[in-house]
């Protein structure tokens, strides 16, 4: 059937078949071929369906009748039976018998005249003006009577006039229709004018030659639209012509990448199954890899095998145009920002006043993130209650409103960094744990920050933050998810009750987090744990207020003057896993060795009685202080700063001592790794060695230091390896107008689906009650409380979540 819509009629109307043939002969040409076996279809096509419509009702009509023939035999039935008449004389029997006699022929009149052949039997005899469609019923009637004995004759009768008395306004059975009947001499349907000039254009369609025929249809307008329009769906670049298909060895390299957990599980190192990709990337010769523009010769220079990998795959995918973005576990659409600029957030699990690592250093990362134009930071810290504000905040300080902290910090990091940091500040509610010591998230923390803004996502301490996390997983809402490890742990909690079945189960844990919610994890140092997708670097710097400290004490130095007038001190929060046991035992193990040596002690905390009563104990030349900040006044003449510690992971205090020009004593301990570099870093491996550095610190001075080394320390030399240890470089620097560019893929990866099922069977456990109880999560930290809704102005828990349960 040929759609009107594809070639247009003309805009004559056709009226003869004499008339319009005579026409058409006058306008044939070679660019309208099949314009001119469309024309007058039109008319045809109407006045055909105009009459199949007709031919379908008057086969519904016979069905129709069937149906009241089929109701009237019932009716038949059910007044016989309660009929009366003496002339029958076994009525029930009679009627039965009749029946079995009438149903074969009912049978065959339902089957002749309700099959599809009617229609054609009825196209023989019609012609274009109204027919009748006549049923001679007569041969049933007299087959009927003709088996039907006498007396069963006359107990129709008598019924058919009884019925007839009842139902005079009901159609005969042998009317059917009431058409009048067709006048004499019209046309056949053969002669049908419509048909006839069909018939016409085809035959003078058959002349023409099939050259003429393709030329014109090429050559329509119809063909170059739909040239145009494959054109525009799919374009393919110089660069996708230029991108061969992946060989055997990159396969294999790929198929060794994805399955490297599973490999992992019976026993196959990562560094083993790296070795085997490399073997198979040198496998390929080089003239092979023709990436386009100048990527081949970057990746030979930088060999490295991983990342050629990825980029071969990358490329190959992208010169078929194939795009995949999702996971089996994952959503299929992640946000987009709506700005050229990028949306970084920072979450962290302290703020300010308390002075802990997690408190300052993700706010001074914020802040010189913050310098750049090239993306915004919000900076998402907890907010507790007044309450847990008076057990965690130092000095009875507390606050009746957000805005209030929030001015606090800000004025507390402006009178050290200089400038004016333009970064937002986001509060979600938390709850302070006495037993843990710690802040812990109440509620989905990632709701926290709009979706317009779920771009990069920095978590500080993701194990942390997601021992009990219950919400929407890290990686589905943000592009990037990078990790900041600050804490080992594992050592804080072998020095507790059943330590070290407690550490088997938090290491585990600790995996399976990190593992689930980030895309890249950053360790300080080497004391962590081996977390997956990690890296060890240190992205930590030391307020500048500490290096302005240290150029003063230098040019007091080159003066003449006498820079450091007092001894030896430790300052750090008070609590026996921040060195205080390791103190204690070397100053009492060589007490006679150290002799006359003094140490003050700054800190405060909740082991500060018993760690005094110990160093009387021992009678220990410890003079205990009150705590301070480090940057004070009482502390820059200081000449050696002791830090007997190995729970650190990196110890800020030991930064910000070297950073003040001050010889520096610490363990030969992984989490002191970063400080060996610098000439005043004394580390030592035994007790004995440690007395050896304390005599050596006293009696030398330590060197200045260099610009370079100043810069290491600083947090724009953090900030810079920052960028480049998370990836962050390259993604801010993609260029593609805010929106992260992923590396396309086949099929979902093994690793992908793995982490995906890790992190909904933890999203599961986590939304049971008794189970956070009983692992140790502080009480009804689910969900935020009525005292966070009315601090932070929210909606309570139960509007957003008011039938599920988790």
């Known amino acids: 059937m040929v759609k009107e819509t594809l070639i247009p009629p003309s805009s004559t109307s056709m009226t003869t078949g004499t008339s319009t043939s005579t026409s058409l002969s006058m306008t044939l040409s070679s660019t309208n071929a099949l314009s001119?076996?469309?024309?007058?279809?039109?008319?045809?096509?109407?006045?055909?369906?105009?009459?199949?419509?007709?031919?379908?009702?008057?086969?519904?009509?016979?069905?129709?009748?069937?149906?009241?023939?089929?109701?009237?035999?019932?009716?038949?039935?059910?007044?016989?039976?309660?009929?009366?008449?003496?002339?029958?004389?076994s009525p029930?029997?009679?009627?039965?018998?009749?029946?079995?006699?009438?149903?074969?022929?009912?049978?065959?009149?339902?089957?002749?005249?309700?099959?599809?052949?009617?229609?054609?039997?009825v196209m023989e005899r019609w012609g274009p003006a109204r027919a009748k469609l006549?049923?001679?019923?007569?041969?049933?009637?007299?087959?009927?009577?003709?088996?039907?004995?006498?007396?069963?004759?006359?107990?129709?009768?008598?019924?058919?006039?009884?019925?007839?008395?009842?139902?005079?306004?009901?159609?005969?059975?042998?009317?059917?229709?009431?058409?009048?009947?067709?006048?004499?001499?019209?046309?056949?349907?053969?002669?049908?004018?419509?048909?006839?000039?069909?018939?016409?254009?085809?035959?003078?369609?058959?002349?023409?030659?099939?050259?003429?025929?393709?030329?014109?249809?090429?050559?329509?307008?119809?063909?170059?639209?739909?040239?145009?329009?494959?054109?525009?769906?799919?374009?393919e670049t110089d660069e996708a012509?230029?991108?061969?298909?992946?060989?055997?060895?990159?396969?294999?390299?790929?198929?060794?990448?994805?399955?490297?957990?599973?490999?992992?599980?019976?026993?196959?190192?990562?560094?083993?199954?790296?070795?085997?990709?490399?073997?198979?990337?040198?496998?390929?010769?080089?003239?092979?890899?023709?990436?386009?523009?100048?990527?081949?010769?970057?990746?030979?220079?930088?060999?490295?095998?991983?990342?050629d990998l990825d980029t071969r795959i990358a490329s190959v995918l992208q010169s078929t145009g194939h795009h995949y973005d999702g996971g089996f576990w994952t959503d299929f659409l992640k946000p987009e920002t709506s700005e050229n600029k990028r949306h970084v957030a920072i979450v962290t699990t302290a703020s300010l006043p308390w002075m802990t690592g997690t408190a300052v250093n993700p706010l001074f990362r914020a802040a010189y993130l913050a310098k750049s134009a090239k993306q915004s930071v919000t900076l998402v810290v907890p907010w507790l209650c007044e309450s847990d504000q008076e057990l965690v905040y130092p000095n009875n300080l507390t606050f009746s409103s957000p805005e209030e902290q929030e001015s606090y910090i800000r004025k507390w990091l402006e009178e050290r960094i200089g400038f004016?940091?333009?970064?937002?500040?986001?509060?979600?509610?938390?709850?302070?744990?006495?037993?843990?010591?710690?802040?812990?998230?109440?509620?989905?923390?990632?709701?926290?920050?709009?979706?317009?803004?779920?771009?990069?996502?920095?978590?500080?301490?993701?194990?942390?933050?997601?021992?009990?996390?219950?919400?929407?997983?890290?990686?589905?809402?943000?592009?990037?998810?990078?990790?900041?490890?600050?804490?080992?742990?594992?050592?804080?909690?072998?020095?507790?009750?059943?330590?070290?079945?407690?550490?088997?189960?938090?290491?585990?844990?600790?995996?399976?987090?990190?593992?689930?919610?980030?895309?890249k994890v950053l360790r300080l140092s080497a004391a962590t744990q081996d977390l997956p997708k990690s890296v060890v670097c240190n992205v930590h710097g030391v307020n500048p207020k500490f290096l302005m400290i240290g150029e003063k004490v230098a040019e007091e130095r080159s003066r003449g003057e006498q820079a450091f007038s007092k001894g030896a001190y430790f300052l750090g929060k008070m609590v026996w896993a921040k060195?205080?046991?390791?103190?204690?035992?070397?100053?009492?193990?060589?007490?006679?060795?150290?002799?006359?040596?003094?140490?003050?002690?700054?800190?405060?905390?909740?082991?500060?009685?018993?760690?005094?009563?110990?160093?009387?104990?021992?009678?220990?030349?410890?003079?205990?202080?009150?705590?301070?900040?480090?940057?004070?006044?009482?502390?820059?003449?200081?000449?050696?700063?002791?830090?007997?510690?190995?729970?650190?992971?990196?110890?800020?205090?030991?930064?910000?001592?070297?950073?003040?020009?001050?010889?520096?004593?610490?363990?030969?301990?992984?989490?002191?790794?970063?400080?060996?570099?610098?000439?005043?870093c004394l580390t030592y491996k035994t007790s004995e060695d440690f007395v050896a550095k304390v005599n050596e610190a006293m009696t030398k001075e330590p060197l200045p230091l260099t610009p370079e080394q100043m810069y290491n320390l600083s947090w724009e030399a953090a900030t810079q390896r920052f960028m480049e240890y998370s990836d962050l470089d390259k993604i801010l620097n993609e260029g593609d107008g805010g929106r992260r560019m992923q590396k396309s893929r086949s099929v979902p990866s093994f690793n992908e689906m793995v982490d995906g099922g890790l992190a909904f069977t933890h999203y599961v456990l986590t939304g049971n009650d008794f189970l956070r109880v009983c692992t140790g999560a502080t009480p009804s930290t689910k969900d935020y409380d009525k005292q966070h809704c009315k601090d932070l102005n929210l909606v309570p828990p139960q509007a957003h979540k008011p039938i599920y349960g988790w």
């Open 420 to 519: 004016k940091a333009d970064f937002k500040i986001s509060f979600y509610p938390g709850k302070f744990s006495k037993d843990r010591r710690s802040i812990f998230p109440a509620g989905d923390t990632s709701q926290f920050i709009p979706s317009k803004d779920a771009d990069i996502a920095i978590l500080e301490e993701p194990e942390h933050l997601n021992w009990y996390y219950h919400g929407k997983r890290w990686t589905d809402k943000f592009n990037h998810v990078v990790g900041i490890v600050h804490t080992n742990y594992l050592e804080y909690i072998k020095r507790e009750k059943n330590g070290a079945l407690q550490a088997f189960f938090v290491n585990h844990v600790n995996n399976w987090v990190t593992r689930a919610y980030c895309d």
């Open 134 to 235: 006549g049923i001679d019923l007569s041969a049933i009637k007299k087959a009927i009577v003709s088996e039907m004995e006498l007396d069963e004759r006359q107990g129709v009768l008598e019924i058919g006039r009884m019925r007839k008395r009842r139902n005079r306004d009901r159609v005969r059975f042998t009317e059917f229709f009431a058409e009048a009947e067709r006048e004499e001499g019209e046309a056949s349907f053969g002669d049908w004018e419509p048909i006839r000039s069909l018939k016409t254009r085809l035959k003078e369609f058959e002349k023409r030659s099939s050259s003429e025929l393709l030329s014109g249809f090429k050559n329509s307008e119809f063909v170059e639209k739909l040239k145009t329009s494959f054109k525009s769906i799919y374009k």
């Open 241 to 307: 012509k230029d991108v061969p298909p992946l060989d055997v060895p990159e396969l294999l390299a790929c198929l060794v990448r994805q399955s490297e957990p599973f490999l992992d599980q019976i026993g196959v190192r990562k560094d083993t199954c790296d070795r085997i990709v490399e073997s198979l990337c040198k496998c390929k010769s080089q003239h092979l890899w023709h990436l386009p523009s100048a990527q081949a010769s970057d990746l030979i220079e930088n060999d490295n095998h991983g990342v």
């Open 579 to 680: 060195g205080y046991r390791e103190l204690i035992d070397l100053m009492a193990k060589h007490k006679s060795e150290l002799g006359s040596f003094n140490l003050d002690v700054y800190g405060n905390g909740e082991d500060s009685v018993e760690v005094q009563r110990a160093a009387k104990k021992h009678d220990l030349n410890l003079n205990f202080l009150k705590g301070r900040d480090h940057a004070d006044d009482s502390l820059h003449k200081y000449k050696v700063f002791i830090n007997p510690s190995i729970s650190d992971v990196l110890c800020t205090a030991t930064a910000e001592a070297l950073a003040m020009g001050k010889f520096v004593v610490c363990a030969d301990h992984p989490s002191n790794e970063f400080f060996r570099s610098f000439p005043n």
């Open 92 to 121: 029930s029997a009679s009627e039965i018998g009749i029946m079995k006699k009438l149903q074969p022929k009912i049978s065959e009149f339902r089957r002749v005249y309700s099959a599809p052949e009617i229609s054609r039997k």
């Open 36 to 89: 001119f076996l469309s024309k007058g279809w039109r008319e045809v096509w109407d006045s055909a369906d105009a009459d199949l419509q007709l031919m379908r009702d008057r086969a519904n009509s016979v069905k129709n009748l069937a149906s009241s023939f089929d109701r009237e035999i019932e009716n038949f039935l059910n007044n016989s039976a309660r009929s009366a008449f003496p002339v029958v004389v």
